[in-house]
């Protein structure tokens, strides 16, 4: 069984940073993913990263976002520089295998999200 725990999430003013992980028990490697909740839209893929290290970013965040994994520690880590206001939302960390990246209906495990507010 697959368990997620995200955490960093917290305020910041515009062009701030904050770093976001998401450390993981339980699995097989394959595709890590955040994903970011605002209320009246769907969940939106923000960046992937698969076990070979492949990177995916929405074009909203290429540049300003890094993914990245620490194997040894079995953690994920989103930072994300020059914050805007429209990247406020909830970040979601989610685990998935042979998923298209950005599609949220195939990602089998999910942590309990961490907020991100950007003001």
């Known amino acids: 069984h697959v368990q997620l725990v995200e955490s960093g999430g917290g305020s910041v003013q515009a062009g701030g940073s904050l770093r976001l992980s998401c450390a993981a028990s339980?699995?097989?490697?394959?595709?890590m993913a955040w994903f970011r909740e605002v209320p009246g839209k769907e969940r939106e893929g923000v960046a992937a990263?698969?076990?070979?290290?492949?990177?995916q970013y929405a074009e909203s965040v290429k540049g300003r976002f890094t993914i990245s994994q620490d194997n040894a520690k079995n953690t994920v880590y989103l930072q994300m520089n020059s914050l805007k206001p429209e990247d406020t939302g909830m970040y979601y960390c989610?685990?998935?295998?042979?998923?298209?990246?950005?599609?949220?209906?195939?990602?089998?495990?999910w942590g309990q999200g961490t907020q991100v507010t950007v003001s």
């Open positions: 339980g699995y097989s490697y394959a595709t």
């Open positions: 989610a685990y998935g295998r042979g998923v298209r990246w950005d599609d949220p209906s195939g990602f089998s495990y």
């Open positions: 990263i698969d076990d070979d290290g492949t990177t």
